[in-house]
């Protein structure tokens, strides 16, 4: 038989069980990016108009994307920098190229 004691240590565990998990699961990486991105979606489209920006790594990934983006939303002036001299070149050139009249 189970005294009324060790009923009560038992909820006390699962009570305990329950606000880890409703912890862990507000800390969680993915429900605070969820939040995060209602919140940015505020924003206007075109953030980047009249800004100067300046994208570190942008021969490729990411910051590629970010310069074609920032292009693509009217910034004022980009500024690119990569360790790949080369690679660095073909998206300097792609920029131009795609969004001709709107970069320098």
Request: aromatic residues 12%.
């Amino acid at each position: 038989m189970v005294t009324k004691k060790q009923k009560q240590i038992m909820i006390s565990i699962l009570i305990l069980m329950a606000l880890i998990a409703g912890l862990t699961f507000i800390m969680d990486a993915d429900f605070v990016t969820y939040f995060y991105h209602l919140y940015r979606t505020k924003y206007k489209p075109n953030c980047f108009k009249n800004k100067t920006i300046w994208i570190v790594g942008a021969s490729s990934g990411l910051g590629e994307y970010l310069v074609y983006r920032s292009c693509a939303n009217d910034a004022k002036c980009i500024i690119i920098s990569s360790r790949r001299k080369e690679q660095l070149q073909r998206v300097a050139d792609k920029a131009n190229k795609d969004f001709r009249g709107r970069t320098k």
